[in-house]
C-alpha cells in the first residue's frame, strides 16, 4: 500500500490561508484518485476534495471556491490550498489515495485550526 505523509497544518487566524501537503511513496500518477479528507470532533469525516489521475476534480459544496487541490508529479505531493478559512474549518485533515486494485490508504492527519 502506499505511504502518506501530510504537513502544513497549523494555527491560523479567520480569513487566512494555509497550504497543506501530502507527500506519497510512489508515482501519485499511478494513483486512481488522492483526495483531501477531513474529520472535526464530534462529527464523521468528509470528502473534501479530490484529484483523478486525468486531473478532473471534484470538491465539498463548503469549500468551493475558497480550497484548490493540486499536485506535483515530480515531488509525488498532493496539495490543498486553503484560502478565506472559517472557523468551521477546523478538523483534522487526512490525505487519502485510491489505487488501481482499490486499495484505500491514509496519511497520520494534521491538525488545522482556524480561531482568533
Known amino acids: 500500500q502506499v505511504q502518506l505523509v501530510e504537513s502544513g497544518g497549523g494555527l491560523v487566524q479567520p480569513g487566512g490561508s494555509l497550504r497543506l501537503s501530502c507527500v506519497a511513496s510512489?508515482?501519485?500518477?499511478?494513483?486512481?484518485?488522492m483526495g483531501w479528507y477531513r474529520q472535526a470532533p464530534g462529527k464523521e469525516r468528509e470528502l473534501v476534495a479530490a484529484m483523478y489521475t486525468a486531473g478532473s476534480t471534484n470538491y465539498a459544496d463548503s469549500v468551493k471556491g475558497r480550497f484548490t487541490i493540486s499536485r506535483d508529479k515530480d515531488k509525488n505531493t498532493l496539495y490543498l490550498q486553503m484560502n478565506s478559512l472559517k472557523p468551521e474549518d477546523t478538523a483534522v485533515y487526512y490525505c487519502n489515495a485510491r489505487d488501481s486494485l482499490s486499495r484505500r490508504s491514509w496519511g497520520p492527519g494534521t491538525q488545522v485550526t482556524v480561531s482568533s
Open positions: 510512489t508515482d501519485i500518477f499511478n494513483l486512481d484518485v
